[in-house]
């Protein structure tokens, strides 16, 4: 008898697992809330660091004026800087895009664009290609159908009459040719 593949037994039941996870989970809060406050420490220290508490007590009005100014400096650099770094940021994430985008297609998978239905008429279609409308009606040779000679209908006798003789035999044979 042949036996299929044995399933592997874990080394732990189910509530020892049950509380191993909850224990990791537990430990992973703690150390995620500890990083929290040490980047606030951080945040706090920094900003004591590069903008000091200001004394404004004591001061004139000509001196509170010169801080002003002192910070609106100050602020305009680190706008610019602010500036800088968004726009140097925006250009990497579309050098990624397209780097990722040429990798798929030297690996030869390439990732097609969802496709959504679109409903066009025939003049919108050819409007977006030619960037003009073209009226094919307007294009077109018209052609006027002749009309068919119905031959009137009259009395056969007055018609005998008029071919008899020779008028009659050139009209026939002017009507042939």
Known sequence: MSEGPKKARSKYSATRRLLLKSKLLKKAESLLVKEKEEKELERENILRE?????NLSGLSAQEVKEICRDLHQKIDIVDEARYDLNIKVARNDSEILSLTQKIYELKGKMKRPNL????KSADTMLGSVTDTRVDFKAKLKTVKKEEEKKEEVTDWRKNVEAMSGMEGRKKLFDAGQ
């Open 50 to 54: 590069r903008a000091p508490p200001l």
């Open 116 to 119: 959504r239905r679109v409903k």
